[in-house]
């Protein structure tokens, strides 16, 4: 069975407690004899100096493998594909559905009916953790395990280089962000059996309220207070909802980082003292936060000033990879474990391959330089919509605690055409640009029998319409060009036809064409 053990330091550093050397010879080319033996034989064939310089060469793929097994972390340089796949291949070969001679007869053998699969998989099948919890090692499948714990290693230290130095532990969990967050709150369930309420300040997506219901919680809606533009969580509100429901009948208090502009993160030092003060759990749905330092900063200081059980954050939206995934993380190891223990069964270990193999190739600086463009290129964004805004009579709304999306308000459209705000969604998307919200006033959405008023806008009665964009890691400059150049041929297309409706009817205008935003 894979003997390999860790475990967080009191200084939060990732130390590995103790590591089988059979699991790092047989990954690095160990025991030497048997190379030596292999490359022996080799020189009869080949030239002695060509063999020399291609064990040479191996090696330096070995010591790359070598010192991600010692350390745990993420390599500051990215490898290459060779690398990437030697290393692959070498856990494969050490679970049991590719030893040479291997009689299966259980119901589960790791078997793949087509090879295209298996290919697809690196021929690792068995998944991740046993029966009843995600984490544990599989006796039949070392090579398999160890990935599993790798990635956690490596995904920790990269949150630790975004800004989160004292978080203590974390895994990768095969569902998306919402689901993520209910295996959160089933969790914690245990610990407040009492427990029926959430409170959650508004944010309008969809996944993270039916989190809630789901995990069999009444979501606690605090509407968000207006401050200029920008929609801010309004914590009198919080803590009146805390007094009036009582202390031990809330399971949590559930905030936010991420998120579309003009809505703002939630303040989360003050929701982390609160619930420090009143013994409340704290999750943070961090579903695209890792990209940013700035809600990187906010869950950080949180857990210094108060209290913030676990952070939920996506895999897809912050290391391009396919959806699917999420990292569950936290300051109380014991509490994440306990999380990780709540998974039912056996798990795919597509999502933590992905991110494994894409944090390898990029390295700790690639990441890093990735952010680093994000960022410049969010300044971009923003001075380009300001400029489109004012050229069409409309505005950049002012929402500097939004790190990631913009807004730019959409009255003039509105005045011109009652439909041409929704219209203006759909031109866009059939004109390829995704990703982009367009965001009417007066939308009703009802969600698992709740009614959101002024739904998408993260308010009952935000004072205009107006259009999101967002500069999310992987965007270029090319993307924002092209963007603002088809949002400004849509803008003058509806002007213009506003316009010739007008002219040619004393009735009130109405667009012929009615289609929502994406």
Known sequence: MLSLFFHAASTSCLLWRRFDLTVLRSLTGKPKEMNSENFTLSEKIVSTSYIRQGCQARRGHEQLIRHLLEQGKCPEEGWSEGTIELFLN????????????????????????SSLVARRHYRLIHGIGRSGDIAAIQPKAAGSSLLNKLTNSIVLDILKLSGVRSVASCFVVPMATGMSLTLCFLTLRHRRPKARYIIWPRIDQKSCFKAMITAGFEPVVVENVLEGDELRTDLETVE??????????????????????????????????????????????????VQSSKCMHLIQQGARVGRIDAFVQS????????????IIAGFDESFIQEISKMYPGRASA??????????????????????????????????????????????????????????????????GCDKAVTQLGSMLFTRQVSGARVIPLGKEQTISGH??????????????????????????????????????????TLKKEGTAVKSSSPLPPKCQEDATGE
């Open 90 to 113: 070498e856990l494969a070969v050490m679970d049991s559905n590719n030893f040479l001679g291997n009689c299966g007869v259980g119901e589960r053998e790791g078997r793949v009916a």
């Open 350 to 415: 597509s999502p933590s391959l992905d991110v494994l193999i894409t944090l390898l190739t990029l390295g700790a600086s690639g990441y890093k330089k990735l952010l680093s463009e994000r960022k410049e290129i969010y300044s971009f964004l923003a001075q380009e919509l300001k400029s489109l805004a004012s050229a069409h009579g409309e505005r950049l709304l002012h929402t500097p605690h939004n790190p990631i999306s913009l807004a730019m308000s959409l009255d003039g459209l509105q005045a």
């Open 315 to 326: 895999l897809d939206k912050n290391f391009m990879v396919p959806v699917g995934g999420a």
């Open 240 to 289: 009146h909802k805390i007094k009036e429901l009582g202390a031990e009948n809330i399971l949590c208090v559930h905030s936010t980082t991420s998120c579309f502009a003009p809505r703002v993160p939630d303040r989360l030092e003050e929701l982390a003292a609160m619930c420090s003060k009143y013994n409340i759990p704290h999750i943070v749905n961090n579903a695209y936060g």
């Open 451 to 492: 009614t959101f008023r002024g739904f998408m806008s993260h308010s009952e009665v935000y004072p205009c319409p107006y259009l999101n964009a967002a500069s999310a890691v992987g965007i270029t400059r090319e993307d924002v060009t092209l963007c603002i150049k088809r949002l400004d041929k849509c803008l003058k």
